[in-house]
C-alpha cells in the first residue's frame, strides 16, 4: 500500500504526531478539522474498510475511540462527541484505509454535515 497516506504515517514516512497509540492502533488530528479537536483512530495495518478489519480487534478499536474521547473531552472542554466511520467511497470515505472520527462537540457548535 504504497500510496496511502495513513500507512505512510503509520511507518513514519509521513511525520503526524500520534496523540494515543495501541498494539494495533494510534490516534493522530485529523488535518482538516470539522470541529476543534477532531481526531482520527487509525488501525497500524492497511485494511480498506469495518468489513475488512479482523473481527478480534474490534473491541481494541473501539477501545482506543472511547479513550481518545475521554482525551479530547477533557482537553477542548466539550460536552459530548460522535463517533463516525465511513466506509466505502459511495459512504464518503476518501482515505480507504480503516479509520474511526472522533469529533468533540459543544452546545452551539458548527460541524459540517453533522447535527
Ligand atoms: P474519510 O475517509 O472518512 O472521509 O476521512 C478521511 C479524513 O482523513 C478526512 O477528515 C481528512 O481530513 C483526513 N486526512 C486526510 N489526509 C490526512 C493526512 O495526511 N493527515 C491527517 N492527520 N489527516 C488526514
Ligand atoms: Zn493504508
Redesign the pocket.
Known sequence: MEEC?FCK?ASGE?K?EKILESDNFFA?????P?TKG?S?VVSKRHYQTLLDMPSSLLGEFLEMGKKLAIKLIDEEKAEGFNL???NYEVA?????HV?M?VLPRKKGDVAPGLP
Open positions: 497516506v504515517i509521513l503526524s493522530i488530528k485529523d488535518i482538516n470539522k477532531h482520527l463516525i466511520m465511513n464518503g470515505q476518501i482515505v480507504p479509520h472520527h
